[in-house]
């Protein structure tokens, strides 16, 4: 079992959290406009009052994306800094597979279809077959409802964007809708924990977002093409 520092700078909330295991200790949250000036101060504040020193940690977590383009930057730069100054290992976890593990049932495998709102009327979407203390693995995509594709099976959907209007359709496909666990620092630690016990931490030099959609600098430009599982510098803000 792991001590870990766990961060997400990516939604409307920042938050910074200790966890033992995947056990919740500690957490913060504050505005995610003030990440770049506030994280660090937070994270100090954090660990005086869980009386936790970086020789007491074993390893980091964050929320790599997909999420807001700026918030996801930052996180990444200070997950990144903290790794290299104390010499910590990094599990980098999505934001849809927190969604999604919160779905675990004893004994059973549950097909879960987790999403976010990517703007422009598109989605971040990704399917998984979740079982209890397995990793969950799933390719990210971002489009429309109509992109998605669910394989056969009694499929549950979280994500709060499936209440919009416009994916009525999209809804009609699920079996049941679930509310969703906030993709935070907190509710990362079971996936922190299932990485480290599995070899899936990074070093320093490996760490960076993950982006699902290509750049998108002009809003009025035409869209450029959407990669499935790649990167992008597209702004969510």
């Not at 033992?20 to 660090?40: I, K, W």
């Not at 979740?130 to 109509?146: F, K, N, Q």
């Amino acid at each position: 079992m792991a001590r870990w520092l766990a961060l997400d700078f990516a939604q409307t909330e920042a938050t910074v959290a200790i966890g033992d295991g995947a056990t919740l200790v500690c957490e913060h949250a504050f505005p995610a406009r003030l990440a770049s000036e506030n994280g660090m101060t937070e994270i100090a504040r954090l660990l005086a009052e869980t009386g936790t020193r970086a020789s007491n940690l074993d390893a980091l977590a964050w929320i790599s994306g997909p999420g807001r383009f700026t918030g996801l930057r930052i996180a990444a730069a200070t997950i990144q800094g903290l790794s290299w100054v104390w010499q910590k290992p990094v599990a980098s976890v999505p934001g849809l597979a927190v969604m999604a593990y919160a779905c675990r049932k004893a004994g059973l495998t549950v097909p879960v279809f987790a999403c976010l709102d990517a703007r422009m009327g598109e989605l971040y979407w990704a399917c998984y077959r979740i079982a209890e203390g397995i990793w969950p693995e799933g390719d990210l995509h971002v489009g429309g409802g109509a992109s998605v594709h669910l394989d056969d099976g009694d499929w549950t959907g979280v994500g709060e964007v499936l209440e919009r209007p416009d994916l009525q359709d999209l809804r009609k496909r699920l079996a049941r809708l679930e509310p969703a666990a906030p993709a935070r620092a907190g509710n990362l630690l079971p996936l922190a924990e299932l990485a480290w016990q599995g070899g899936r931490v990074q070093e320093a030099h490996t760490i960076g977002p993950l982006y699902v959609r290509h750049e998108v600098t002009d809003r009025d430009a035409p869209t450029l093409p959407v990669t499935r599982t790649g990167y992008d510098t597209g702004e969510q803000e």
